[in-house]
């Protein structure tokens, strides 16, 4: 399944297929009944995730066939794409750059995962990240069991939250 990235995805288009969980059997030497794997699909754009569902039943099919094994293959659709509408993202950097603009930096996209993405959908919106790493000792990915926030992030996210309301009002349409 992880295979369907380097193989049937433009390369130019970021894209990540994980199996996170494969639960199946309990003893070494007897063959499972049954096995359940579940996972998540990451894409920058609504059409290559769009186009997943169906990629990865016809190689969960194929390694069936193959093996005279059966599947039940469902498809979540949990979040959308994530896109940063151009202005509100202009908007955003400069009420952050007003905060000092030593504390603003171009990061590369991100492929997580948001509830955020239904909101931009409805209406123009950014979804910015507070960086939360202070050292080696915090320097750990959000999902990873090493993750450590440095809480000295905290303040700065109240004070561009705190910018970003006061500042609206003036900048509504």
């Not at 952050?96 to 931009?120: H, M, Q, W």
């Amino acid at each position: 399944v992880q295979q369907i990235v380097s193989r049937s995805i433009d390369p130019m288009q970021p894209a990540v297929v994980t199996i996170g969980a494969i639960h199946g059997g309990n003893a070494p030497n007897v063959i499972a009944g049954s096995l359940n794997m579940t996972g998540t699909v990451r894409a920058f754009s609504s059409e290559v995730r769009g186009a997943m569902p169906e990629r990865i039943e016809r190689v969960l099919r194929a390694c069936c066939d193959i093996s005279g094994a059966e599947a039940d293959f469902k498809y979540d659709w949990r979040f959308p794409v994530t896109e940063n509408d151009a202005e509100q993202t202009r908007y955003a950097r400069r009420v952050a750059s007003a905060l000092g603009e030593d504390r603003v930096l171009d990061i590369e996209p991100l492929t997580g995962s948001e509830d955020f993405s239904f909101f931009a959908q409805r209406v123009p919106a950014c979804f910015f990240a507070l960086g939360s790493q202070g050292g080696p000792t915090t320097a750990n990915a959000h999902h990873s069991s090493t993750f450590d926030i440095d809480e000295r992030a905290l303040e700065v996210g109240v004070q561009m939250m705190t910018s970003l309301a006061l500042d609206a009002p003036r900048n509504a349409p």
